[in-house]
């Protein structure tokens, strides 16, 4: 026969209430643990970024796919988890971690990283729009004939061969 199952708002509404004031919703010990992983991947992926902006500011451009892996999961876990951590956002427990010192670092770092992204973008497209320029500019886009037509353009199977030298 299966065990009943627990679920955490039962053991919530069962726990006393730690250090908060009695409108405070009471933590579980799961809760705190979540609080504490979530301020560790946050300085996690604050050592992320600021190896990655410190890199291209450096010059160091194969960096940015190199951390592109680690850094999308860390977000990804981030994102996940948020969910888990947001209630307790005014809680006594993330003051005591500095939850939201935490958070508007995390911010601050994912926005200078965003805008040298984004500038990069936009370089990158922009030699790649003169490139095409000037290859553009010095070829004629294709072979062409004695007629001045394109040679792709020609009717297949119609072409005719000029049999006088």
Do not use: C
């Given at each position: 026969?299966?065990?009943?199952?627990?679920?955490?708002?039962?053991?919530?509404?069962?726990?006393?209430?730690?250090?908060?004031?009695?409108?405070?919703?009471?933590?579980?010990?799961q809760d705190e643990q979540n609080l504490d992983e979530?301020?560790?991947?946050?300085?996690?992926?604050?050592?992320?970024?600021?190896?990655?902006?410190?890199?291209?500011?450096?010059?160091?451009?194969?960096?940015?796919?190199?951390?592109?892996?680690?850094?999308?999961?860390?977000?990804?876990?981030?994102?996940?988890?948020?969910?888990?951590?947001?209630?307790?956002?005014?809680?006594?427990?993330?003051?005591?971690?500095?939850?939201?010192?935490?958070?508007?670092?995390?911010?601050?770092?994912?926005?200078?990283?965003?805008?040298?992204?984004?500038r990069m973008a936009v370089a990158a497209r922009t030699?790649?729009?003169?490139?095409?320029?000037?290859?553009?500019?010095?070829?004629?886009?294709?072979?062409?004939?004695?007629?001045?037509?394109?040679?792709?353009?020609?009717?297949?199977?119609?072409?005719?061969?000029?049999?006088?030298?």
């Amino acid at each position: 026969m299966n065990a009943p199952k627990k679920f955490r708002f039962g053991e919530r509404m069962d726990a006393p209430v730690q250090g908060g004031t009695a409108n405070q919703m009471p933590l579980t010990r799961q809760d705190e643990q979540n609080l504490d992983e979530y301020v560790g991947k946050i300085k996690e992926t604050v050592t992320i970024l600021r190896s990655e902006i410190t890199a291209i500011k450096n010059g160091e451009l194969e960096v940015v796919s190199n951390v592109f892996d680690e850094k999308s999961k860390v977000l990804k876990w981030l994102e996940l988890r948020t969910p888990l951590v947001e209630p307790f956002l005014n809680h006594e427990a993330a003051k005591k971690r500095n939850l939201k010192k935490h958070l508007a670092e995390l911010k601050k770092f994912i926005e200078e990283d965003d805008a040298m992204l984004s500038r990069m973008a936009v370089a990158a497209r922009t030699i790649l729009r003169e490139v095409e320029k000037i290859t553009n500019r010095n070829g004629l886009g294709g072979v062409y004939g004695k007629s001045g037509r394109k040679l792709s353009d020609a009717p297949k199977g119609k072409m005719r061969i000029d049999q006088e030298f």
